[in-house]
């Protein structure tokens, strides 16, 4: 259940991080009362997510390793535009990694109460409300080094349970002058580096401290449901915005942030 939570929420613009602890918390789940484990399972679902893109932007990532590769290695300025693309896609991804590696712990202790992702799930979901309602033609191959900094900035705040890194990576592109497509593309490439980063991250320390005792298997199912839900949301959401706007998604943040604040101010949960 919390592999398919983790692909679906992590791609489609409502939060990943904020779903992982809201379910447990209606369900009354308390699988992760262990930290190793939690932290275990952590690498699983992340590691789902990133087959899941890789798996379905194959081709393009391709184009852009080989021709950032020569970008780097050549300075072929007058090269394709992805082989300097990909390098900003990266560039892109620093924002978030320091503020992740400065403030890992405090986010872990002050973030992520349920009632704080309920009013986060709102005050996002109205921005992307706002900048999905902007004008834009902009495409992904006119992606400057101002773009890098305005996403990756924006993205930074996604360390937020209940913001939502696609949801916020394309509000942010959608200000700039993307169009729906080309928000949702920037924003699915840039998460490779950022989900690969993460997976290495936590692997390390998963190799360091081992995997909890009898934790294999479910780690396995993790990995497998959040790649083919992380997939369908993929393909989901790009047919959605050739034709449509981000409004399901809006009305979804803000239903789900009220109810969210209701059942925080009941003894319910």
Known sequence: ???????????????????LVLVPWLFGWNDFADIAVKKAFDVALHLGTLI????????DLSSYVRDGWQYATRRRQDSTTHG????????ATIPAALVGALLDTWIDDTLGKP????????????????????????QEDSFTTQDAWRVGIAQALALN????????TITAARSAGFTRPAAARV?????????????????????????PS?????????????AISGWLAIATLMKIVTTRSFKPFVIYRIAA?????????????
């Open 1 to 19: 259940m919390l592999g398919i939570v983790q692909g679906l929420s992590e791609f489609l613009p409502i939060s990943s991080s904020g779903h």
């Open 52 to 59: 899941a893109v890789i798996g379905f932007f194959w081709r």
């Open 187 to 211: 924003s699915f490439l840039m998460s490779v580096p950022v989900i690969g980063g993460a997976v290495v991250f936590k692997l390390a320390k998963l190799v360091r401290d081992g995997v």
């Open 161 to 168: 349970p209940g913001t939502s890194r696609s949801g916020i």
């Open 84 to 91: 300097r693309t990909a390098w900003l896609f990266i560039l």
């Open 115 to 138: 009632w704080l992702i309920g009013l986060s799930l709102i005050v996002f979901g109205v921005l992307l409300a706002w900048a999905d309602n902007l004008t834009g033609s902009r």
């Open 257 to 269: 942030g009220v109810a969210v604040l209701l059942i925080s101010a009941t003894t319910w949960r």
């Open 214 to 226: 009898g934790f294999v298997t479910p780690m396995i199912v993790g990995v497998v449901a959040a």
